[in-house]
Every structure is written in structure tokens, then in C-alpha cells.
């Protein structure tokens, strides 16, 4: 008897590729995978709705959208979004404040009003939640995109 090689489980990380799009008639997720450095904060929060083994990993219907609206606000990254269809509170107006929060081992989480600009001046991002390299071998500068755990970098905070 041969063993069967069983498939690979794939993360949210490892599936890069263009923005997907979740919705029923209450809410709108959409996910950017290029953002996500799989930090599982949904999962941890929501995981009947954000599960990794799922397809589609994103199921809009298991929860209630307020619920799944304040895990969204949650993503660090800005590779979540949502938009009410309900007449549900729409996601709320950067603060006028920044900050700016180191991570231990890992990126800077920024959040504001965020416009995030090439040497040119022509704008590559504008959100109000992003994830910054600071380890130096993102292969999606100027954003983390989790390669710090892959190096095993290491700050002294
Ligand atoms: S919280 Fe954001 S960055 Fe983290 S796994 Fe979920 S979508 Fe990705
Ligand atoms: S800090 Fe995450 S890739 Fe550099």
C-alpha cells in the first residue's frame, strides 16, 4: 500500500492574488491578500467567519455583521474592509491622530489617516490601518508581508 500524500492546508498568507469580495445582503468583506501577514487576529476573534481551512475561508452568513464589522476594524493591516448594506454604521472616519505602534519582532501597525506615497510623490496606499516593514526583507515594501518570521528577526522591545 502507497501513502497519499495529503494536500497542503494553504493560509490566507500563502494565497497572495487580487482582492476578494464577501457579501450577503447585510455586509460586504473584502480581504486583500497581499496585506494580510497572517496575524490571525480574525481567527482569533471571529473563527466561524475567518477560517483558514474554510472555502470560502470568509463566511459572511455565520455571524451577525455588527460582530463581524468590529472584527474587521480589528485587522491590523488594512487587508480587511467591510461596507454595510443594512444600514449598519459604515466603517468610521480615520482619527485626525496617528499612531504609530512597534510590534515585538515585527512590523510598525499605523493607524489614521494614512497616505503612504513613492519617492515621486504618486500615492501607493491610502487606509487608515497599515502594517510597516521594519525587519528589511518584505517582498511587498514599504508593507510587511510577515517575511520577519521567515528570518527570525528580533528587536529589543
Ligand atoms: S487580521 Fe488581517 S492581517 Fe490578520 S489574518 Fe486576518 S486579514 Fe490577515
Ligand atoms: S517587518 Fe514584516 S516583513 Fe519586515
Not at 472584527?71 to 459604515?90: K, N
Not at 512590523?107 to 500615492?123: A, H, K, T
Request: with cysteine; net charge neutral; charged share 30%.
Amino acid at each position: 500500500m502507497t501513502a497519499q500524500r495529503q494536500p497542503r492546508e494553504r493560509s490566507p498568507q500563502a494565497e497572495r492574488g487580487p482582492r476578494r469580495v464577501y457579501r450577503n445582503d447585510a455586509i460586504e468583506v473584502t480581504w486583500e491578500p497581499r496585506f494580510c501577514i497572517h496575524a490571525r487576529k480574525c481567527v482569533r476573534d471571529l473563527g466561524q467567519v475567518f477560517n483558514p481551512s474554510a472555502r470560502p475561508w470568509i463566511d459572511v452568513d455565520a455571524a451577525d455583521p455588527d460582530a463581524i464589522a468590529q472584527t474587521v476594524l480589528e485587522c491590523p493591516t488594512g487587508a480587511l474592509h467591510f461596507r454595510r448594506l443594512d444600514g449598519g454604521a459604515q466603517e468610521e472616519a480615520a482619527d485626525e491622530e496617528t499612531s504609530v505602534q512597534p510590534v515585538s519582532n515585527g512590523p510598525l501597525f499605523l493607524r489614521g489617516r494614512l497616505r503612504i506615497v513613492d519617492r515621486e510623490g504618486n500615492l501607493i496606499r491610502e487606509d487608515t490601518r497599515l502594517a510597516l516593514c521594519r525587519c528589511g526583507a518584505s517582498g511587498n515594501k514599504p508593507f510587511c508581508d510577515g517575511s520577519h518570521r521567515r528570518i527570525g528577526f528580533t528587536t529589543a522591545d
